[in-house]
Each structure stands twice: as C-alpha cells, then as structure tokens.
C-alpha cells in the first residue's frame, strides 16, 4: 500500500523555539494532505488541511499563525510549530488520501518543549 | 452533527473471543466509514472501510457490520489474539462535500487477555 513518512519521529526542543515536522508521500502524489494532533490516551484532532500551491485551511481554535503549513510540492507537506511552549507537546500525525477513498497516516512526531 | 459516538472506551476479551465495538453519528451525509488500528507510539493504520451501500464487509477476521437506518456501524474481530491488542478508532467522512477529510471516534483500548 501507499506510504506516507514523517521526519523526525522524536524532537525535544527548548521553549520559544520552533520546529519543522516534513510530511512526505513516498510512492503517490497529495495534492491534499491532513495534519492531527493527538494527546496521550486521545483520539485524533484534525488542525488543518494542506493544499497544495494554496493556503492551508485550518480548524476553529487552531492559531494558524503558530502552527505554519507549507504544501510546496505534490509529496512534501512541512508543518512548523512557531514559538513552542510546553503546552504544545504532542504527538503529530499527518496524513494524504490515496488511491480510492483510503487516507494513509505517517508514523507520527512525538514533540517534547522543555 | 459532525461527531461520530464510540464505545466501549476499552475492552478486555479473552485470546479466541469475539472483540465488538460500536460506533454512532448523526451526519446522514457521510458515506465512508473506516475504521484504524493504533499501536502505541504509531500512527493509524487502516483496518478496514465500508460505504453504505451494504450493510456487511469482512477481511480476514475483522468485520464490519452497517445498519444505516440506525446510523450505526460496528467492528468485529474474531478470534481475537494478544496481537490484536491496540486502540481502534472508528472514522467518518463526507466525501462529496469534505473530500477525504474524517471526523473520528474517541477510541477503544482492545486488551486480548492469552
């Protein structure tokens, strides 16, 4: 089946800094892909979806100004946590329909902020 | 209207039981309906999807039962194994007017007891 990666699978980082999670379709082209956030023993949260050579559309109550999107070709979508503080730890899933109505999910990025 | 209702929020089955979890919504305009598998620290995996136009998909050891009057679906895995031990997600989407974005189930942590 399709596979969708992510890089980095772990990230420590100090507060105030930001990060860039890359979310790629390894063998299938997205012109749309989806990114989750999902806290420990919850269920998936979509934050917005990524289109390519578009703006992003993000979900009510998610600050589009710290959590940047970048579509900027048909397999790499990059989401950037902008000034990150310890509230912004999470597990991050992105993922890309495939062929047919099937949605394929990366391995997912554990952000820590210290 | 857009949540999709899960239960039981987790489930101990005994190595060879029958696993069955069940799942609500209210959208009548959702048309595709798949259910994920997550291990810890992973992201979903796609277990199985139904459209409503039948009301029964099996793949292996893992059903999916359809009652679109009751707006009601539910995920049967039989012969359930300590391997099978994950949190299951069901899923729910509209995809004439959303595309392939899925609105999720809160999960179920599957313990299979060998």
């Known amino acids: 089946g399709a596979v969708v990666s992510q890089h980095p699978s772990r990230v420590i980082c100090k507060s105030g800094t930001s990060v860039k999670i890359e979310c790629r379709s390894l063998?299938?082209?997205?012109?749309?892909m989806f990114w989750y956030r999902q806290f420990p023993k919850q269920s998936l949260m979509l934050m917005a979806t990524?289109?390519?050579?578009?703006?992003?559309?993000?979900e009510q109550g998610v600050e589009k100004d710290k959590f940047l999107i970048n579509h900027a070709s048909l397999t790499l979508s990059t989401l950037t946590v902008t000034s990150a503080h310890p509230e912004d730890s999470s597990f991050y899933i992105c993922?890309?329909?495939?062929?047919?109505?099937?949605?394929?999910f990366g391995p997912g990025t554990r952000l820590t902020v210290l | 209207q857009q949540q999709v209702k899960q239960s039981p929020q987790s489930l101990i089955v005994q190595k060879g039981g029958i696993s069955i979890i069940n799942c609500a919504y209210e959208?009548?305009?959702?048309?595709?309906f798949p259910w994920y598998q997550q291990f810890p620290g992973k992201g979903p995996a796609l277990l199985i999807a139904?459209?409503?136009?039948?009301s029964e998909k099996k793949e292996g050891r893992f059903t999916i039962s359809f009652n679109k009057s009751a707006k009601q679906f539910s995920l049967h895995i039989m012969d359930s194994q300590p391997g099978d031990s994950a949190t299951y997600f069901c899923?729910?989407?509209?995809?004439?007017?959303?595309?392939?974005?899925?609105?999720f189930g809160a999960g179920t942590i599957l313990r299979v007891k060998s």
């Open positions: 993922s890309a329909p495939g062929a047919g109505d099937t949605q394929y």
């Open positions: 063998d299938f082209q997205a012109t749309t």
């Open positions: 990524s289109n390519e050579g578009s703006k992003a559309t993000y």
């Open positions: 959208n009548t305009a959702f048309d595709y």
């Open positions: 139904i459209r409503p136009d039948v």
């Open positions: 899923a729910a989407s509209d995809l004439q007017f959303y595309g392939n974005k899925l609105v």
